[in-house]
C-alpha cells in the first residue's frame, strides 16, 4: 500500500551527539504524538526529540521542521550505566523502543534485550566466529518509567518534578542495574519466557518494542520471542516506590499476580510497535529476526484494556494495512495516530529504521509516511 501523504521531520545535526557515528533521523525506532508536536527517539541514543509542527501546506501536507528540543535521558532517570563509556563516541544506549502519554506522564520503554556483535566485512573467520560469540547487555536498556509532562509555552514539555492541583508528580523508573531490572528478575521464571532472557533479541531473544497504556495498566509488546508463530504482550501495573523516583511492580488482577500475558497469533511476526485507538490497539507487526519484511498493522478489538488474560488467533485479529518496505532499507519501526485531510480522516504517521537517501533532505531533513485509516467498525478483512 502506498502511503496518502507524506510528513517532513527536521532535525537540528548538532544534536547528534548523543548518537554518534549515526545521524539522529537515521534509525527512528518509536514515534507519538502530542498536541502539536511529535515526539521519536533513535534507539541508537540516550534522549528522546521533541519537533514542533508548522503550519499545512497548500497540498495539505504537515510539516514538524520547528524547535526540535532534545531531552536526554540521565536529566530525569538514575540510569544505572553513564551516558558514555570508555569514549565519548561510545555511547551507553538506552534503545528506546516505546513511547506512551496518558496526558500527564510520557511512559518510556528500552528494549530490555542482549545484543550480539555482527561480523564485519573483511573479517576473517575466526574474528568472524568471535564476534558472533560476543554477547553483551547495556544496563540503560533496561528502562521502564515515566516522566511528568508540563506546559511550557503553550507546548507540551517535560520536567523532572512538577507540582498540578497541589499533587506533586516526579520522573521515576523501575529500578534496575547493569544486568536486569524488577520485571526481568520476575520473568526468569516464567515458563513461556524466561528461556529466552538469555537470548540476543535479534535471535528471537527477550526484546521489547511497543508500548500502549491500558487504563492504568502498561502494556509492553514483545518483538521476541515468538511460539510457535504466537507473539506476546505484557501487562504490568507500576506504581510509586516509597523513595522517589523509583517504581515498583503492583497486583494487575484481584489474585495478586503482577503481570499478566497475552498471545496474538501473528502467524510467526513479532510486534514492532503499539497504540491505543479508541478501545482497540493497533499493532505493527513485522519480523523478529533480522529481516526486511513483511509488514502490518492489525487491529485487536477492545485490546486496550483487557479483561484477563488472553489468547487471540488469527481470525479474530482485523488486519488494517499492509505497509511497504525496502530492501535493507526504510523499514517501518513505529507509528502515530494522526490526522489528514484537515482533520477529516483518521491516519498513521509511520518512522522507519535505516532511512533510505530518498527519504533524507539536506543534512537535517527526514520523510515520514501517512497512511489513512479506514473508518471504525469497517474491518478491511480478517489477519491471515
Known amino acids: 500500500m502506498h502511503p496518502s501523504n507524506i510528513v517532513l521531520l527536521e532535525f537540528h545535526p548538532e544534536r547528534d551527539d548523543l548518537c554518534p557515528g549515526k545521524e539522529l533521523r537515521d534509525g527512528l525506532s518509536v514515534v507519538l504524538r502530542m498536541g502539536q508536536t511529535l515526539w521519536v527517539a533513535n534507539d541508537e541514543s540516550i534522549s528522546i526529540e521533541r519537533l514542533s509542527l508548522c503550519e499545512e501546506d497548500s497540498s495539505g501536507r504537515s510539516s514538524f521542521t520547528q524547535g526540535h528540543r532534545q531531552y536526554a535521558l540521565h536529566d530525569y532517570f538514575a540510569l544505572p550505566m553513564p551516558p558514555h563509556g570508555e569514549t565519548p ?3 551507553n544506549e538506552a534503545d528506546i523502543e516505546g513511547l506512551a ?28 566466529h568471535k564476534r558472533l560469540a560476543s554477547v553483551s547487555t547495556d544496563g540503560n536498556r533496561y528502562l521502564l518509567g515515566r516522566i511528568p509532562v508540563v506546559e511550557e509555552d503553550g507546548a507540551p514539555s517535560l ?11 516526579s520522573a521515576a523508573m523501575l529500578r534496575c542495574d547493569a544486568h536486569g531490572n524488577e520485571l526481568t528478575a520476575l520473568l526468569k521464571d516464567d515458563e513461556h519466557l524466561g528461556p529466552f532472557l538469555a537470548i540476543p533479541g535479534k535471535d528471537n531473544g527477550f526484546d521489547i518494542e511497543g508500548l500502549a497504556i491500558a487504563g492504568k495498566h502498561l502494556l509492553l509488546g514483545l518483538r521476541g ?3 510457535r508463530g504466537w507473539a506476546v504482550i505484557i501487562e504490568v501495573a507500576l506504581v510509586d516506590d516509597a523513595e522517589e523516583g523509583w517504581l515498583r511492580l503492583a497486583p494487575v488482577d484481584d489474585e495478586g499476580k503482577l503481570y499478566r500475558k497475552h498471545f496474538l497469533d501473528l502467524k510467526g511476526l513479532g510486534i514492532r510497535d503499539m497504540c491505543i485507538r479508541g478501545k482497540d490497539l493497533l499493532v505493527l507487526a513485522g519480523p523478529t529476526m533480522d529481516l526486511d519484511g513483511p509488514v502490518s498493522v492489525l487491529c485487536w478489538r477492545g485490546g486496550a484494556a483487557p479483561a484477563s488474560e488472553c489468547v487471540v488467533p488469527a481470525d479474530a485479529l482485523e488486519r488494517v494495512l499492509d505497509l511497504p518496505f525496502g530492501q535493507g ?14 482533520g477529516s480522516t483518521e491516519a498513521l504517521l509511520v518512522v522507519h529504521d535505516a532511512a533510505s537517501p530518498s527519504r533524507q533532505i539536506g543534512e537535517s531533513t527526514l520523510v515520514a509516511d501517512v497512511f489513512a485509516l479506514p473508518p471504525r467498525g469497517r474491518p478491511r478483512s480478517k489477519g491471515k
Open 101 to 128: 502519554s496518558d496526558g500527564k506522564y510520557l511512559w518510556v520503554t528500552g528494549s530490555h534485550s542482549l545484543r550480539r556483535k555482527q561480523p564485519k566485512e573483511g573479517d576473517g573467520v575466526k574474528k568472524a
Open 225 to 227: 520471542p515468538v511460539l
Open 89 to 91: 563516541d561510545d555511547i
Open 329 to 342: 532499507v526504510d523499514h517501518p519501526e513505529g507509528m502515530a495516530l494522526f490526522s489528514c485531510d484537515g
Open 159 to 169: 520536567a523532572r518534578a512538577s507540582t498540578h492541583k497541589d499533587k506533586r508528580r
